[in-house]
């Protein structure tokens, strides 16, 4: 259905982006298990540590983002789409922004502690990382998406359990904070680790998008 | 312009998708209906049923989400573009998906009475769910997409209403509640209310496009 | 790659879509500074005639969005893909309307005065604002894309300067205030102006697709 389909056949695909998705996904995995290391941390010196590093891998994914963009206004023939190559690109970064926006929420709040329910929702953000860099992985492997798919419903059965880790999370606050600024502080974390965890579904829904095309 | 179209003149479209899509749109007017009987149910033995009848909407709008996405992975021509067919499925869901939040919401905060304002965003959403049903139903008939784009500029129209509304209770609910946590309570369920009519737009944006794409 | 390039060859392309699009990055320009503006305003009578101006640029912004549409509907070949219009006008009207959204807390939650941290944001919004209508005024010469990249490379460094500023404000906020009503006050109005600067990347993003398209 697709005329870039019907160019394919004749002419090489540019197999330079895959490489470079890898290295993003696998900066996303990095920064997720370094946030998950941060809740573990309690020592204040060990703690401003830690967040520097996911700063830093902030930083890092930010340069795979200008390289992949780079690249796509240099490049005639892509693997599929140029405006799915922008969107998978775009939507790795944005969870990179959203942990690294819990970290900073961290810095800037110092809590004691951390519940249970933290630790939980960084598990299933490395969770979810981890299915995304397989994932991205198999993209060199289209024709047979199989395993995409798969990982697609794990992330979506991820972000269902992190919602109700939320909505958990969220009435034990209210039960049990009477100092509204503390609640505050608490929620502000816990929601930018679900929005970072809906943001992995939404890398989720570009890789549903790419293979569609390609059905 | 689009290589799509001149196939679809040789080869017959799958028509499944339209009875999924009107069921997915049916079960958005259900939820939609249902929150609003939920905030006129004071009795809070009944009010628990109410929220798990939302919640069971919520699980049944999934299975058309999944159904739909594994009938794309199949369906080789589609009634038009496959991500469009996964964007308005998605956005569908994103709707009941916030509804079935702001119910969660009232569940967790158990607040005793519902101002005029929450009623009115739920008459709102109400309204909007029946536009994009009414709109929906029109996809069978993309050639005339003149009731499409009526519905489309209603649901603008309701969303532009409902920011009114959101505005006038935010500005009520600081003047007139002095005690933060209960006004965090407050705030979090009208604005989830006001997030799931944002999403209502969405769909609505996916509608536009569509018919965009066949104009 | 696509088929669309192959037809503008022989059909003119219709023209009209740029005055539009200009018009509409153009009263997102005035939109920013009128903000910027409301900021340096104490007097209360004064701010509620600026906050008004805001107001009708804003419908005004919504007037070139329904004007764009309707051209959609009517128009068979387009400057670039339908749907990149379309993503082009929702992105642009967003902005505006998270700026009017600043504009309406600023009246609801009436502040005194505004910490140096405000004027940044609305000297970033006014930066950003006015990158988005050089980029949008290059459209007319996508063939050679350099200056429309360049704008969006600063957008998107205007947006990290701006998640810096967002963050130190949240920071000095808990430190400072005690109250916590008053510190949500301050909250609303700073997170308000922080989407309107994601939004403004939002058009970035829709913007570099549609010169990655053309590449």
Known sequence: MNISKIFQIFVPVDKKFFPLFEASAENLVQTAQKFRQLLLTTDSF???????????????????????????SSTFITPFDREDIHALTSSLDDVVDYINGAAQRIEIFKPKEFSPEFIKMSDLL???ATEIEIAVKELRNLKNPQKIIESCIKINSIENRADDVYHYKLKSLFETENDA???????????????AIDKAEDVSDVLRTIII???
Not at 46 to 61: A, F, H, P, T
Not at 181 to 195: A, D, G, Q, S, Y
């Open 46 to 72: 060990d703690r401003m540590s830690v967040i520097r590093q996911v700063k830093e891998l902030e930083n890092r994914g930010d340069e795979f983002t200008h390289t992949i963009f780079n690249e796509l």
């Open 126 to 128: 490395v969770e979810a």
């Open 181 to 195: 600024i503390e609640l505050i502080k608490r929620k502000e974390i816990i929601e930018t680790l679900e929005k």
């Open 213 to 215: 095309k390609v059905a």
